[in-house]
Structures are given as structure tokens and as C-alpha cells.
């Protein structure tokens, strides 16, 4: 979706599009989501989340994400989506016995 699809979609329903806001702290960590906000397009949305985000210095690198295009799993089916697999035990290192002279596993 580009981005003035995004803003065209909302603008026409009365409000802002939501994006969601991903800043990476320093060279070589991973962006990590900051927050949400309303914004009329990416570049707009770009803007506020340096200004709400990464007012102390904090960022080297901002990301805005539509909200719309970020799927995610239902946090109300986290047992059945997270649990291990029945019959998978190969996963776990309890099934590997440990090595003669190896002290720290």
C-alpha cells in the first residue's frame, strides 16, 4: 500500500491513519517498537515520531509503519500459537546427552 493510498483511505473517513512507530537506539541494534500515533501521511508521520520518540538523542534511525499493514497474531491464542509442538523433543536439550569432559552445558 503506498502511501498516499493510506492517507486517501482515511482522510476520507474523518481521521488520521495510525501508524506505528520503530526506533533503533544505536548502529547495529534492531528497531524496536516506540509507540503509535495519528498522522495525515508517512512524512508527517516521520516528523512526529522524531519529535514524540526521540527527543533526548535516544534514536539513530526512525521507521513509521501503517498500522493496517502490520499483521500480529491474537494475544488471546498465545497457548495454542507459542506451545511447542507435541512429539518435537529434538527442540529441547533434554533429549542430547551431555559429552565426558564437558563441564559447562
Known amino acids: 500500500m503506498s502511501e498516499n493510498t493510506v492517507s486517501t483511505i482515511d482522510a476520507s473517513a474523518g481521521e488520521w491513519p495510525l501508524w506505528e512507530v520503530f526506533v533503533r537506539s ?7 517498537h516506540a509507540g503509535s500515533l495519528h498522522a495525515p501521511d508517512a512524512t508527517m508521520a516521520l516528523r512526529n ?17 501503517p498500522a493496517d499493514a502490520v499483521s500480529a497474531s491474537d494475544p488471546d491464542s498465545k497457548g495454542g500459537y507459542f ?9 529441547h536439550a533434554t533429549y542430547y546427552t551431555k559429552s565426558e569432559g564437558v563441564k559447562h552445558l
Do not use: F
Not at 26 to 31: E, F, N, T
Not at 49 to 65: H, I, P, Q
Not at 83 to 91: A, I, M, T, W
Open 83 to 91: 506451545e511447542s509442538p507435541q512429539g518435537k523433543s529434538y527442540r
Open 49 to 65: 515520531a522524531r519529535d514524540l520518540y526521540t527527543r533526548r538523542n535516544e534514536g539513530t534511525s526512525v521507521w513509521v509503519v
Open 26 to 32: 544505536s548502529r547495529g541494534l534492531s528497531h524496536v
